[in-house]
């Protein structure tokens, strides 16, 4: 039974470029949750969607970041123009329902040179 | 505004030595507190959800407890793989249909042989 599914799982890119991050959830899950962690701080919530919908993204930045989860396919999170400031630990976590425990993937590590 | 404040930061333990970390939180309301470890480089594991005041789990050398304010997690006789970063987070009741985590900055656990 395969766990939530991060990729890629290290990014590179240069200032200016797009970032795109995948998230395929467990099997049975139709949650999907992103989550952000910056150096030294914690994780910060970014955005909840169901399948084709977005249900919570009160955590997005309002410029540059989007995200989507379509009804066939992985959850993309997506940075457009990235910033050095962008650079972090991005999670992707998925659960069954809306009050059962959420499971996190391995995260991708952007880095912005 | 929901809040949640771990301590200690850091925590340096003998292997054998029993101790609590210490979780703080401040909801509207609380739908859930769980508890994750973090390893280096590893998104979250999930270890123990807890819903109510009284309410108390345990999986191997962890107790996890909660109260209407805070949550400890009990580590008995620890052993160096216990070693890890242990994150709390807190689940709000309202903000609409949200299920977001709202996480502390974590305890850094360091159990040497």
């Known amino acids: 039974n395969a766990g939530v599914m991060q990729n890629p799982r290290h990014l590179v890119r240069r200032r200016g470029q797009e970032a795109r991050l995948r998230c395929s959830p467990m099997?049975?899950?139709?949650?999907v949750y992103w989550y952000r962690q910056l150096p030294e701080e914690g994780l910060k919530f970014m955005v909840y969607?169901?399948?084709?919908?977005?249900?919570?993204e009160s955590g997005m930045p309002k410029e540059r970041f989007s995200a989507e989860f379509p009804k066939e396919g992985p959850s993309i999170l997506r940075i457009q123009q990235v910033v050095r400031g962008d650079s972090a630990a991005y999670f992707c976590?998925?659960?069954?329902?809306?009050?059962?425990?959420?499971?996190f993937g391995q995260g991708t590590r952007l880095t912005v040179v | 505004e929901d809040q949640v404040t771990q301590s200690p930061e850091a925590l340096r333990l003998q292997e054998g030595e029993s101790s609590s970390l210490n979780c703080s939180y401040t909801?509207?309301?609380?739908?859930?507190l769980f508890w994750y470890r973090q390893d280096p480089g590893k998104g979250p594991e999930f270890l123990f959800t807890?819903?109510?005041a009284g309410e108390e789990k345990e999986k191997e050398r962890l107790k996890a407890t909660l109260t209407k304010k805070e949550s400890f997690l009990h580590i008995t006789a620890p052993k160096p793989e216990d070693s890890a970063t242990y994150l709390c987070?807190?689940?709000?009741?309202?903000?609409?249909?949200?299920?977001?985590?709202?996480f502390g900055t974590g305890t850094l656990l360091a159990v040497q042989p």
């Open positions: 976590a998925s659960s069954a329902g809306m009050n059962t425990e959420a499971f």
């Open positions: 099997k049975g899950h139709s949650h």
């Open positions: 969607l169901q399948k084709e919908n977005i249900i919570d």
């Open positions: 909801v509207s309301g609380l739908r859930g």
């Open positions: 807890l819903y109510s």
């Open positions: 987070a807190v689940q709000a009741v309202g903000g609409g249909a949200t299920n977001k985590l709202i």
